[in-house]
């Protein structure tokens, strides 16, 4: 019996067999809604955005409108005047987004756990609480959003198991097994046909779910490589899966002895590994109080503002050279309120401080994490398709940086325009527009 | 003691048993010889309760099994073709486990004494029943029926699996029990044990009791000859 | 009865393969149990310590003006509770530190998920995990052939003809099954109690208590109706693939679509439009920050009749605190009216979620088991509100300060001094106590309750159709 031969018998096996059918229209119907799940989230960041940016668009046509009539700010807030550096930089309503790859629809990964817009500030920093995730119900974000990758990494090798369960053992069950022996001369291609068939068929699920998902947010539209990256590990995983299957059925010698082997196997690389490292790694780097970023917000910060101004001065030109031979400089009468409104550059600069200790403690969890890949699969190609749809942790740490950088830009415009005396006008308001933003 | 009257049974529209009649008294042995799936069985398993024949009916010591089974049943000793027992208990305690389900509490020295008769070695009484052979275990159901000091004993292929010598014991232990009054129905194919064991024979053929004969009428040979006629036809 | 029980325990303790797992089991459990409470006590210790540190810093304030003292604030971390290493709930994904300061109601932040890559999907390795995922498959796979190999064996005929009836044995073998989750439950619960005997409140027994019950019925639930389908069908194999299916769909699948569709049944806004609402509402209230503020001249001249004054400057006390806690005072009803909206939806969607325990009886075993060990968004909702409740007290304080601790209006170079900073309480967390809101979560031990009586309906019902040959 040749292998085609064995495929087409295989495929009267499963068109006879209810359970595994309706396994399979259960697992379209989940993937159809992970995809969907995938969709919305996509659909929402990006209207979320839209709507940001269409405020924010407003916002910066109301600053226009005082610099078009010559005033200095709101009326009810005399204090304001948009021709300095710092208020001008302050009303230039900057933001940065971090916008969902269409690959989105087919994980989520971590882009629950992080907040993808901020309003960038010369005060604020990329541990801001207006940096927290999106509001949504803890119980669902602890249990984890149905997404493509779910039903990918968990359900498909269910899927599969309820498929190959009974390959060899119900033969064996019913005892004609050695006659399939005598009959086919070796055991061996006829039980990798039987695999082969259910493979193929699952190979062909999958990449027909992922091009129905491509439809809903657009994916081959920019992200054709997102999409052959992620079918390609989709591919290896099922392969992963095929092989440790394959090898419970070749040892194997009854379907429930292979079916309590299969589900065990499951158990261990989906439970009980990932949630062995989890809390490993949670009781070797526990989670982070931020006491370092808190000290450099409030207690650093006190420090820094009781010191005499000479010695404020001092690591102010530290940090701008440029400053030394400014007008303002030059100036003893205007120099208290430049350092008063420079102030951002040095808590600036303490953050930024704090933030080394928060990362590399946060860097060192990852390098354990990534330490136990070798036996912890399925946790690597998460983290592999997290990767590919642009929601891996070092996605977002990619974006606060991106964010201090902005902030950085904000300090400098501000202290070297401040100190530059310069007077903003509706040109050099533009220019801040463009300039300080990516 | 063992009334059938009409009985009739089918199982998916195919008669299993048909207008099946029969009687066996107090202290006799009826044997009935059949081919695959002649009814033996499900005549059996009418009579056990497990079954409820079509139309018909079936009293066993004058008493209507679906009516009075669970009563019934406490009179009732039967050995399968098949004894499968807990594979991780010994002989000694599948016997008393199946001793206490029916509230009988024998001592240990009690219980050898039931596998011995039954001709169970003693030296194997202690050894997990995952390490019997087939005849051994067949042993131990024939010990789990003799225990249960029933009236009423039926056997399905009580022989299968046990050798010549055990099988021989059998027949003993099977003659004193319905000298002791014990009402006996045993189906097998074994002729010549049925032709040795019983006191009646009957011949089932697709559900029918087509032949009803004493052994002491006929010898091994012409009982073998007459049962390979009724098959035929 | 006792006897097929003595007997299916007599198999567990002679099959080797079952001695091994369940000596694995209880090695994995401790393991599991040891870690969680280890992993506990080291939380504790950091969120004490960084509580101290802040304290320290709050109590070292030489001199500081109350209204600066306001915008230094301070901060409050989530201590974790004793059951938390038991079932860890939500506090992976909730953060773990509160900004307490003048002005704002903050949310928590720094979620430790947010701290570094995806691990695990089912969290870490607490006994939850194992109680609610793992146990459930061992007893499926335990009692998936119960009845069925007796049957096949034609081993059920010789029990039912010994005397056993067809309930007693499938009853038997449902409850041989049950206990040994049972024992496992029990063993997990008793070892954390001798591991934390000190620190043991009624409170605590009381929920591990209910903890205990809830796991119980979910065993029994998942032992008795493998015993049915055992039961029911011929085959064990059938059986067993028919209880893995409703273990996963039950588990895995349904939980994740269910949490998915509550958000959708029952929206919350999202944060831009939470803030910018907050944001539109506050802003029609007194402006602290803004003595021109048109809507707090009204204020000005009640307060200046009150004390017979014609300007704000002759007056004994200082008004710039009265109106910043007026501006507070609006402030909190805007948080009230958001956050409270907030806290409606969430718990539409808790009971959304609760009442889908009728479908599946997993639902309700997670919502008991994170509820009675105190780590579900209710209980995180508790926790908020009292951090909240002491913000208001903590900044009315500095306000009053602010106003009538000797300064006068305008004076905002007056700084208190340490006696009133050391003075000032410091947050101190009171754990809910079950008794108080043990009525939110009748409805999942009801529904556990209800498919508790459920399979043993269906236990009498299935032996009754049970069919021996």
Same mark, same amino acid.
């Given at each position: ?316 030109? *530290? ?18 309120? *430049?350092?008063?409104?420079?102030? *951002? ?94 | ?233 | ?83 938390? /290493? ?81 309930? +007693? ?81 039950? /588990? ?139 913000? +208001? ?70 032996? +009754? ?5």
């Amino acid at each position: 019996m040749n292998w085609f031969t064995i495929c087409v018998y295989e495929w009267k096996h499963f068109a006879h067999s209810p359970f595994k059918i309706v396994a399979l229209v259960l697992f379209i119907v989940a993937g159809v809604y992970a995809l969907h799940n995938g969709a919305n989230l996509y659909n929402r960041q990006m209207s979320e955005i839209e709507s940001i940016n269409k405020k924010a668009e407003e916002d910066y046509q109301e600053t226009l409108v005082y610099y078009e009539k010559g005033q200095k700010g709101p009326e009810d807030r005399p204090w304001i005047d948009v021709t300095t550096p710092f208020w001008a930089v302050w009303y230039s309503p900057i933001y940065h987004f971090k916008s969902p790859s269409p690959a989105i629809v087919y994980n989520i990964g971590q882009a629950e756990q992080y907040g993808y817009y901020k309003r960038v500030t010369f005060q604020s920093s990329p541990y801001d609480t207006d940096m927290a995730e999106e509001i949504a119900n803890p119980e669902r974000l602890q249990s984890g959003t149905l997404d493509f990758s779910f039903v990918m990494l968990y359900l498909m090798p269910l899927l599969l198991l309820i498929w190959l369960y009974n390959i060899k053992g119900a033969e064996a069950d019913a005892g004609f097994l050695p006659l399939i022996y005598a009959q086919t001369g070796s055991k061996t291609p006829w039980l990798l046909a039987r695999v082969t068939f259910y493979s193929v068929l699952l190979l062909f699920v999958l990449f027909g779910l992922m091009v129905y998902g491509a439809l809903l947010t657009n994916v081959f539209k920019g992200s054709t490589d997102a999409f052959l990256q992620i079918f390609f590990m989709a591919s290896a995983y099922l392969f992963l899966w095929i092989f440790a299957f394959t090898f419970i059925l070749f040892r194997g010698k009854s379907s429930i002895g292979n079916t309590l082997k299969m589900v065990g196997t499951w158990l261990l690389f989906a439970f009980i590994i990932p949630a062995a490292v989890h809390q490993w790694v949670s009781l070797q780097h526990p989670a982070n109080l931020m006491t370092e970023f808190i000290d450099a917000q409030r207690d650093e910060r006190e420090q820094l503002f009781k010191q005499p101004d000479s010695v404020f001065q001092a690591r102010l030109n *530290a940090l701008f050279p440029e400053i030394l031979n400014s007008p303002v400089a030059q100036d003893s009468t205007k120099m208290n309120l *430049a350092m008063n409104r420079s102030g *951002a550059a040095l808590t600036n600069d303490l953050n930024k401080k704090s933030f080394n200790t928060i990362e590399k403690s946060n860097s060192a969890k990852n390098d354990l994490i990534r330490s136990y890949n070798w036996f912890n699969p399925v946790t690597f190609f998460q983290n592999k398709l997290n990767a590919f749809s642009g929601t891996h942790y070092h996605d977002y740490q990619k974006y606060r940086k991106e964010i201090q950088s902005m902030i950085d830009l904000q300090v400098k415009a501000l202290v070297l325009d401040t100190w530059g005396a310069v007077k903003v006008d509706k040109e050099k308001y533009l220019n801040y527009k463009q300039n300080l933003t990516p | 003691m063992i009334n059938i009257q009409q009985a009739h049974k089918a199982f998916k529209g195919k008669p299993a048993v048909q207008n099946l009649t029969l009687q066996v008294e107090q202290g006799e042995i009826l044997g009935l010889l059949g081919a695959n799936g002649a009814g033996k069985s499900t005549t059996i398993n009418m009579l056990l309760g497990f079954l409820k024949p079509d139309s018909g009916t079936i009293s066993v010591l004058e008493k209507d099994i679906n009516q009075s089974s669970k009563e019934l049943r406490k009179h009732i000793g039967y050995i399968p073709e098949n004894v499968n027992l807990y594979p991780y208990l010994s002989g000694l305690e599948n016997l008393d486990y199946f001793c206490r389900l029916s509230g009988l509490k024998y001592t240990k020295s009690e219980l050898q004494e039931f596998l011995n008769i039954c001709g169970l070695p003693s030296e194997d009484h202690q050894q997990k029943v995952a390490e019997y052979s087939k005849g051994m275990r067949q042993k131990v159901g024939i010990a789990i029926a003799y225990a249960k000091k029933a009236k009423v004993y039926l056997l399905d292929e009580p022989a299968s699996g046990l050798d010549p010598r055990a099988s021989n014991e059998l027949s003993v232990l099977l003659k004193k029990l319905a000298s002791e009054g014990a009402t006996i129905l045993m189906a097998s194919h074994d002729i010549f044990r049925v032709r040795e064991v019983c006191h009646r024979i009957g011949i089932l053929r697709k559900g029918e009791l087509v032949k009803e004969l004493r052994s002491e009428e006929v010898s091994a040979n012409e009982l073998e000859k007459i049962y390979l006629e009724y098959i035929q036809n | 009865m006792w006897q097929i029980i003595k007997n299916e325990w007599l198999y567990l303790r002679r099959t080797r393969m079952l001695v091994g797992l369940s000596i694995g089991f209880v090695m994995v459990f401790l393991f599991s149990i040891i870690l969680g409470n280890y992993q506990n006590q080291k939380e504790l210790k950091a969120s004490e310590t960084a509580k101290k540190h802040l304290r320290e810093q709050w109590e070292s304030i030489e001199a500081m003006n109350p209204h600066s003292a306001a915008h230094y604030g301070t901060y409050v971390f989530k201590p974790s509770n004793l059951l938390s /290493s038991l079932d860890e709930g939500v506090s992976s994904v909730t953060g773990n530190m509160l900004r307490v300061e003048g002005h704002v109601q903050n949310e928590m932040v720094h979620s430790e998920a947010s701290q570094m890559q995806a691990i695990s999907r089912f969290g870490k390795l607490k006994s939850s995990l194992l109680l609610k995922f793992i146990v459930p498959l061992l007893l499926i796979f335990l009692a998936f052939n119960a009845v069925s190999s007796e049957k096949q064996s034609g081993r059920l005929k010789l029990l039912v003809l010994q005397g056993a009836s067809p309930i +007693r044995i499938v009853l038997a073998k449902t409850v041989a099954v049950w206990l040994y989750g049972v024992l496992l439950l029990a063993l997990v619960v008793a070892t954390y109690s001798l591991l934390n005997i000190q620190n043991l409140s009624g409170d605590t027994l009381f929920r591990s208590l209910m903890v205990f019950v809830s796991y119980a019925l979910y065993y029994f639930i998942i032992t008795g109706l493998t015993v049915f389908f055992s039961a029911r069908w011929q085959n064990s194999t059938v059986a067993l693939t028919s209880m893995l299916g409703i273990w996963m769909f039950w /588990s895995v699948f349904l939980p994740s679509v269910l949490l998915s569709s509550v958000e959708k049944w029952h929206p919350l806004p999202s944060r831009n439009e939470f803030k910018a609402a907050m944001r539109e509402d506050r802003s029609k209230g007194i402006d602290g920050h803004n003595p021109a503020d048109e809507r707090g001249k009204e204020l000005e001249k009640e307060v200046m009749a009150e004390y017979g004054v014609d300007s704000l400057y002759k007056l004994p006390i200082n008004y710039d605190g009265i109106r910043m806690q007026a501006d507070e005072e609006y402030g909190n009803q805007v948080w009230d009216k958001h956050f409270g909206n907030m806290r409606t939806v969430f718990t539409q969607q808790k009971q959304s979620m609760q009442i889908a325990g009728l479908f599946n009886p997993f639902i309700s075993l997670q919502n008991a088991s994170m509820g009675f060990a105190a780590t579900d968004n209710m209980h995180h909702q508790e926790f908020l509100l009292q951090v909240e409740t002491y913000r +208001r007290e903590f900044i009315k304080i500095l306000n009053d300060k602010h106003a009538y601790g000797g300064s006068k209006t305008g004076d905002w170079g007056w700084k208190a001094n340490n006696e009133f900073y050391k003075s000032v309480p410091d947050f101190d967390y009171q754990p809910t106590a079950l008794g108080a809101i043990f009525h939110h979560y009748l409805l999942d031990v009801g529904l556990l309750l209800l498919w508790f009586i459920l399979t043993l309906s269906l236990l009498f019902y299935g032996t +009754r159709k049970m069919q021996l040959v």
